[in-house]
């Protein structure tokens, strides 16, 4: 068995994070880990790749490393789009992320607020995020869900259950099923137990992201291998662009 471990999501300093695509690809070796260059792409996020011109650029870079060439792009901002066909399909995976949600209201709320929006409730907050997820689902050709769990700091305080209703729970793994798209285990924004193995029961595909943005995270998927082996996932039941294609990528023949 050579199975390697892929980690699917970490940035370069093609968007926030502090290390060169090179950098990213030597940290890999040195960790013996698949990784991944996904950065922001988004007009609406920091990076410099925000434009279908910029997006081949960036692709035309990381074509001359070993990585795996991915995007994290942003549910609520248009660009994504706006990728023609034949460029998607030089990505080898794509990551969607839900860094804004909508709110009932029908504006956009931004998940690293320091507060939440006046006059919700956690709840009601929660209801919102769930159902942007669908949205996300139901709309975007991507491949991972990037942090599922990704919620504004204060309530990052919470007992993640006090937030998460089993009924939240079923709705947003029923969402991944229906679109075929995996649940990212995040090094960065941890999930709970019983949501991972919720989605891993239902069949959604698990995937590893440290969403690393500097030398000690990239690679580094520890955390979420140790909770997926402890769900008694097998590692070859984890998402790898390589094996298991992209719903628009590179591998998909
Ligand atoms: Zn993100
Ligand atoms: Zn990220």
Not at 39 to 66: F, G, K, N, W
Not at 101 to 124: C, D, M, Y
Request: hydrophobic letters at 40%.
């Amino acid at each position: 068995m050579n199975w390697r471990p892929t980690d699917c999501h970490a940035h370069s300093t093609h968007s926030d994070g502090s290390m060169s695509v090179a950098d990213v690809a030597a940290r890999g070796k040195a960790l013996g880990v698949r990784v991944t260059v996904s950065d922001h792409i988004s007009r609406d996020a920091p990076t410099s790749v925000d434009s279908v011109a910029a997006i081949e650029s960036y692709l035309d870079d990381l074509d001359q490393y070993d990585v795996l060439r991915a995007g994290e792009f942003c549910w609520h901002d248009a660009l994504w789009r706006e990728v023609p066909p034949l460029l998607a399909r030089r990505f080898t995976h794509r990551v969607g992320s839900l860094h804004s949600i909508r709110l009932p209201n029908g504006k956009f709320f931004r998940a690293f607020s320091s507060a939440l929006p006046e006059g919700l409730t956690v709840s009601q907050y929660m209801t919102a995020h769930v159902a942007s997820l669908e949205a996300l689902a139901a709309e975007m050709p991507v491949d991972i869900l990037a942090h599922p769990t990704l919620v504004p700091p204060p309530m990052r305080l919470l007992d993640p259950h006090e937030l998460w209703s089993e009924e939240l729970e079923t709705r947003a793994v029923n969402a991944l099923v229906a679109a075929g798209i995996a649940f990212e285990v995040s090094a960065r924004y941890q999930p709970h137990e019983r949501l991972v193995r919720r989605a891993a029961d239902a069949g959604v595909r698990l995937s590893l992201g440290s969403d690393g943005h500097k030398l000690e995270q990239v690679g580094n998927i520890e955390v979420p291998l140790a909770l997926v082996r402890s769900l008694g996932v097998g590692v070859d039941a984890l998402y790898d662009p390589e094996r298991h294609g992209s719903r628009t990528g590179a591998f998909d023949a």
